[in-house]
């Protein structure tokens, strides 16, 4: 009787063993899917480290910036790839208040057509012959919309130097110089400016239109700076287009330009929400 208790009881022992051990391990298992599908308990992620790790992954893409000469020098262009189809519309306002950067006075965004290689077909090329040749027909009334010669097209680039100086020779650098070019903006103004003041600069060779009619021509005495000419315009409430020609035998060629009423309060470019 006593073998049979015995018995009974290391069978009673063995079967609590396995009856605990199962338990856990059904216990784990469940767990484990409870965590897998986010259900389980004290589950904490760290955001951060993955966060940390995408940013890593991720690589910033730099705008292309065309007239840069190294860590030194400031970008002067950024360039649209592709063709443009109307000219940049800059819209000017008028502010008393002193400007910290002088970039704020100028116009930066314009159409740009060119290069006309006249250096290949003029016998003695110079900025000032170059300025009288017509290089399309009818230039005094360029529009984007207009035919152009075979090989050029519109671009739009925006001018970056805190001066104000568009350097759009900077598009033609596998060009060795001896050639044009034409840009072309239009600026829009909510009242009228009876005799405005259109401040005109730049180096080697410049001739303006506004609204069509040549309004300035360089010449040999010339400053080759920021406003070194200064001409009456009529800025009425609306539109108005400015063409700018300049040629050029060198790769410095830039020019200026800008507005202000007749009292020179400068009429500046409106800044855009959000910047």
Not at 106 to 120: I, K, Q, R, S, T
Not at 202 to 217: H, L, M, N, T
Not at 234 to 241: I, P, R, S
């Amino acid at each position: 009787m006593k073998k049979i208790y015995i018995s009974f009881l290391i069978v009673f022992v063995v079967l609590a063993a396995l009856f605990t051990i199962s338990k856990n391990m059904t216990s784990g298992v469940i767990n484990t899917a409870l965590i897998a599908v986010g259900e389980g308990s004290n589950i904490q992620v760290d955001q951060s480290a993955a966060a940390k790790a995408e940013k890593k992954k991720k690589k910033k893409t730099l705008t292309k910036v065309i007239g840069a000469g190294g860590m030194a020098a400031a970008a002067q262009l950024r360039v649209s790839k592709e063709k443009t189809t109307a000219p940049p519309v800059v819209k000017l306002v008028k502010n008393a208040e002193k400007q910290k950067f002088k970039k704020n006075m100028y116009v930066l965004d314009w159409a740009v057509l060119g290069p006309f290689e006249l250096g290949n077909t003029m016998e003695e090329f110079t900025p000032a012959k170059a300025i009288l040749t017509e290089c399309v027909k009818n230039e005094s009334a360029l529009t984007v919309s207009a035919p152009v010669p075979e090989g050029v097209s519109w671009q739009t680039g925006t001018g970056l130097v805190l001066d104000g100086k568009i350097t759009v020779s900077d598009l033609y650098k596998k060009l060795k110089g001896k050639a044009a070019f034409y840009a072309l903006a239009e600026v829009e103004v909510d009242q009228d400016y009876p005799d405005a003041i259109l401040w005109i600069g730049g180096r080697d060779d410049v001739k303006v239109w506004f609204d069509g009619r040549e309004v300035f021509v360089s010449g040999p005495k010339t400053l080759r700076s920021a406003d070194a000419a200064q001409v009456k315009v009529n800025l009425t409430k609306g539109k108005h287009t400015v063409l700018v020609k300049c040629a050029y035998n060198s790769w410095q060629c830039f020019f200026y330009i800008r507005f202000t009423d007749s009292e020179k309060v400068p009429l500046i470019p409106a800044q855009a929400p959000g910047k």
